[in-house]
């Protein structure tokens, strides 16, 4: 199995696996990538994405998610392995994403607020804070409006996405409603 950086792409090692074939790909942070960021932030990322109080993200220069804190794999209800890696609009199961074209390729794409405002942060380094956002996402019965609040800033060369849900889903109104 490989392990390249999810940052820059770089070929990190080759982990020997049984379940997985050498083709198989695992995320990783590289030297180069980890030490960039421990120098402008005086910590590691991974200390720095678990002292963030809310589900965070962070973004690759491709637009697909490097890598995401505990609070965030929870808030997807995802595995590390399903998140990093993957297009943002597959991971926060944004209906459009499952068109052929795919996320960021969409004639929807153009008026996503999160991709607009992650990719303005990605060019100008700003820092923006509680945009309001909103998805449509897959769900048993078409589609659900999701509202978000979303913050976006850039350290140490690496994007952070933050999300906060201003609306709960369907999903969770059923569960509270299972449980009374
Ligand atoms: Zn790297």
Redesign the pocket.
Known sequence: MKVI?F????HIRNIPSEIFGEDAVSHG??K??AHHFMAQTGMPLEEYLEGIDMPVVTVTPEGTIGTANAKAYAFLGKSPAEVQGAKGGDVFECQYALLPEGCGQTVHCSGCAIRRTVMDTMETGETHTRVPAYLNQQSDDGSRRTEFLISTEKKGGIVFLKVEKTKPTDNEKKGDRNKS
């Open positions: 950086c940052q820059c792409g770089k942070l590289c180069t990538c």
